[in-house]
């Protein structure tokens, strides 16, 4: 008995159709596997500054709050202002790094013209202090990712 033609005719997949099949199907799913991973990181790492913004804010927040806070005009720096009562988030932290003091009368400018950084300076003028100060606080990631830096003017009431 003879079988009819279609029958000897084995249609499919060759071997090398199916290798590159695989290859095409692996060289995807690597770009797609590679992308996600960098969106992921590049999200984590945006989520780190973005937190380390808010603690540097909140912790300006908290110095100028005068309840926490109030005006000191001690001239001591950095020991003047606290951060304590502060919630921070788990691997954050807030420092206070430099109190400024305003000078009314500074060194002659060279130039005659007005400039409020030649106002401030880090030690206390020699009349005491003028009732206005520059803090600047600085919030920084536990894992080193962030760093971010804030100044604030904080005045005599």
Request: hydrophobic share 40%.
């Amino acid at each position: 008995m003879r079988l009819p033609p279609h029958v000897h005719s084995e249609d499919g997949f060759s071997l090398a159709e199916l290798l590159v099949t695989i290859v095409l199907v692996s060289v995807t799913f690597v770009a797609i596997l590679t992308g996600l991973m960098t969106t992921i990181r590049v999200s984590a790492s945006h989520r780190t500054q973005a937190t380390t913004d808010a603690v540097v804010r909140s912790a300006a927040e908290w110095v100028k709050d005068i309840s926490h806070n109030p005006y000191r005009a001690t001239c001591n720096g950095t020991a003047m202002y606290s951060l304590n009562g502060l919630a921070m988030p788990t691997g954050y932290s807030a420092t206070i790094t430099t109190v400024e003091y305003w000078n009314p009368v500074p060194a002659p400018a060279a130039t005659g013209t007005y400039n409020v950084s030649s106002h401030m300076q880090s030690v206390c003028p020699s009349g005491g202090d003028a009732g206005l100060q520059r803090i600047t606080i600085v919030a920084t990631a536990s894992n080193g990712q962030a760093t971010e830096t804030v100044q604030i003017m904080k005045r005599a009431i």
